[in-house]
Structures are given as structure tokens and as C-alpha cells.
């Protein structure tokens, strides 16, 4: 099973840009779907985006479209979260997760369908 542990969270300032890595360990990252969620205080965990096994197909939540972007490289079992134009909304504990192997991609995204989460970085955006 993987592992994840991400990185790269931290403070920044509105409209400016962070990028969020997760380190897979395993054999089963390069056939398994991946996520990235987050929670604020106070509310529930909320998908933002996910990606294929492949990295060609990724769907991502409205209020993230056009200024976040998920990639994957599968040689290295990296899952990157490239976030731009960051607003205060978008504070919260981001979380990377994985789906079990072999798993195709469905849509709506559910929380339920990821078996593997990552202890979450905090992502602060200050106005």
C-alpha cells in the first residue's frame, strides 16, 4: 500500500503562489488515482482536484478551476498541486490520497474512494 507525506505548504500572501508536493512510497502510485482535498477549520474535508493514472484526465472543484493545477510524475511517485492567484477561501490542510490500484477515475469524486491519505500541510493565505 502507499505511502504519501506532503510538502510545500505555508504562509502567503493573497494572489500570490504555492506548490504543494506529495511523496508516494510504494510500488502502486504509478496505477493508482490521486486526489488532493482540504479542510478549514470548522468544515468538512472538500475535494480540489484529482488525476488518472496516466496524468492526461483531471477534474478539479469550481472554485479552484483555471487557478490550480494537479501533475504527476509517475518515474518519481510525485503528485504536485501547482496553486496560483490564491485567495483567503483557499486556506485550509491540504491532503494528497490515493485511490486503491487499478482503480478508474469516476466522477462525482468521493472522499470514500480514497484508501490512503497524507498527514496534510497547512496552506495559509493572508489578505
Known amino acids: 500500500q502507499v505511502q504519501l507525506v506532503e510538502s510545500g505548504g505555508g504562509l502567503v500572501q493573497v494572489g500570490g503562489s504555492l506548490r504543494l508536493s506529495c511523496a508516494a512510497s510504494?510500488?502502486?502510485?504509478?496505477?493508482?488515482?490521486m486526489g488532493w482535498f482540504r479542510q478549514a477549520p470548522g468544515k468538512e474535508r472538500e475535494f480540489v482536484g484529482v488525476i488518472n493514472w496516466t496524468g492526461r484526465s483531471t477534474y478539479y472543484a469550481d472554485s479552484v478551476k483555471g487557478r490550480f493545477t494537479i501533475s504527476r510524475d509517475n518515474t518519481k511517485s510525485t503528485l504536485s498541486l501547482q496553486m496560483n492567484s490564491l485567495k483567503p477561501e483557499d486556506t485550509a490542510v491540504y491532503y494528497c490520497?490515493?485511490?486503491?490500484?487499478?482503480?478508474?477515475?469516476?466522477?462525482?469524486?468521493?472522499?470514500?474512494?480514497?484508501?490512503?491519505w497524507g498527514q496534510g500541510t497547512q496552506v495559509t493565505v493572508s489578505s
Open positions: 510504494g510500488r502502486t502510485f504509478g496505477t493508482s488515482v
Open positions: 490520497a490515493a485511490c486503491p490500484p487499478l482503480l478508474p477515475l469516476k466522477l462525482p469524486v468521493l472522499p470514500g474512494t480514497f484508501n490512503t
